[in-house]
């Protein structure tokens, strides 16, 4: 039913990212009446920067271990009922060339804009009506959901209704793609709680006396195994996965303000401040063994040339100065063979939301059913996506939860 300013559809589905999208192409194809509805000029801006602009949209290895959340096995039955083979059929069926890039992830070989098209035509070919460029002002619920709305720039404001509200809106990361804080406004308005919200996959910054020992080496790298310090973690609920170590070997890149590279992004989704983080530098090496042979030089040239093949020179010369061996008895060596497999580094912080790929924490887990990401407490009204406390690794997870959560929401709108 429609007149001049009001509107009525099945479902409204705010904020047309990866979830929203994929939401609607799904509750679409079921034959409901789907709005989608995103304050930005165009959709799925957040894929097209994802993956360097190749979008690593999913992992081969996606378990629910990859994934943060108060609630860990929150996103099981999502996980399980959307897999990657899922995903990997809809880009056969749309003949979208793709490759695995390393370690299970999957990304699109010409661009990621090969996978905005592919759901912009599913939720074309699923009756979908899509608006971008529309301020949402108010949301209230007086019997369904109504969404007041103004374009952005000139033009009639429209209320749309629907017996069902689906938030896909995302986290804040990357305010300057649009990224707002909308989701969790919402979550609030209708009484649902928040786990607190931080950066995560996000660049890591040096204390001061760091910056002044590392920062002029931006740009060198090294395989690492780092890990956010679990000992040092603060207590939190039995439920939490907070606590677990988990370990990266991956790329550590030095920045012109701290740590990023792979490992560090890694590590940084389960640091909090005041942590430090661990980097073994030489993942199973045994860096001091040559001086350690019968009748071995033992001096500095020595052990820098040892050191000199594992690390880049600079990095290596500057770790001698920094963390000298104070004598070269074996017990001097054993001392500074460790101080090379655990560099504890505490972080001054982090490069915030402008850089974070993801934003963790959002609306608590257990205000929603797993199955289907409906508020236990609101009827008709939807979580998906970035928004929810689940957060995934670096390497294509935060996709394969979007696509997963946005199914469970769409089959059951
Ligand atoms: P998403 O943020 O995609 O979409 C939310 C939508 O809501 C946006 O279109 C936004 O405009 C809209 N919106 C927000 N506020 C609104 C409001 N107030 N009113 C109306 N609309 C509103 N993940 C991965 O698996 N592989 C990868 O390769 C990458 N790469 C990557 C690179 C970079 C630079 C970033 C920042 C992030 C990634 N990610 C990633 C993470 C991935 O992009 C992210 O997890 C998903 O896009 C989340 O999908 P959502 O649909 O939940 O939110």
């Known amino acids: 039913m429609t007149n001049s300013t009001t509107q009525t559809y099945d479902a409204i589905i705010l904020g047309a990212g990866a979830a929203g999208l994929f939401c609607a192409a799904e509750a679409g194809r079921r034959g409901k009446r789907v709005l989608l509805l995103d304050h930005a000029d165009r959709i799925g801006k957040k894929i097209l920067i994802s993956g360097g602009g190749r979008a690593n949209f999913t992992n081969l290895h996606t378990r629910p271990e990859n994934f943060l959340s108060e609630n860990p096995h929150f996103a099981k039955s999502a996980l399980a009922a959307f897999r990657p083979a899922d995903i990997i059929a809809l880009v056969e069926k749309h003949q979208i060339p793709y490759h695995e890039k390393t370690l299970g992830q999957l990304f699109c070989t010409r661009s990621a804009q090969d996978l905005v098209k592919l759901l912009a035509d599913e939720c074309a070919a699923a009756h979908v009506t899509i608006l971008t460029n529309t301020r949402i002002t108010a949301i209230s619920r007086p019997d369904n959901f109504r969404v007041d709305t103004a374009p952005v720039g000139a033009g009639p404001a429209v209320t749309f209704t629907a017996p069902a509200l689906v938030v896909a809106t995302g986290g804040l990361s990357i305010p300057k793609m649009g990224a707002t804080g909308f989701g969790h406004e919402i979550a609030t308005q209708f009484g649902l709680n928040l786990v607190a919200t931080r950066p995560a996959l996000v660049p890591l910054v040096f204390s001061p006396e760091d910056a002044a020992n590392w920062c002029d080496l931006s740009g060198l790298s090294a395989e690492v195994i780092a890990q956010a310090n679990p000992q040092a973690a603060p207590k939190s609920s039995s439920r939490s996965t907070r606590n677990r170590p988990a370990t990266f070997r991956e790329k550590l890149l030095i920045t012109h303000r701290g740590l990023s590279g792979p490992a560090i992004l890694q590590a940084s989704s389960y640091w909090h401040p005041g942590q430090p983080i661990t980097l073994d530098l030489a993942p199973g090496q045994t860096v001091t063994a040559p001086l ?71 609306v608590d887990t257990a205000e929603l059913d797993a199955r289907t990401m409906q508020s236990r407490t609101v009827p008709g009204l939807y979580f998906i996506g970035e928004v929810v406390d689940v957060t995934g690794w670096l390497g294509g997870y935060n996709f394969q939860w979007a696509w997963a959560s946005a199914h469970q929401a769409g089959r059951a709108i």
């Open 292 to 362: 350690l042979t019968p009748n071995a030089r033992r001096d500095w040239p020595a052990l820098a040339a040892t050191l000199r093949p594992l690390l880049p020179a600079r990095f290596a010369d500057r770790w001698l100065e920094v963390h000298p061996p104070e004598a070269f008895t074996n017990a001097a060596l054993a001392r500074f063979e460790h101080s090379l497999h655990a560099w504890t580094v505490t972080p001054a912080g982090t490069e915030g939301y402008a850089k974070a790929e993801v934003t963790a924490g959002g």
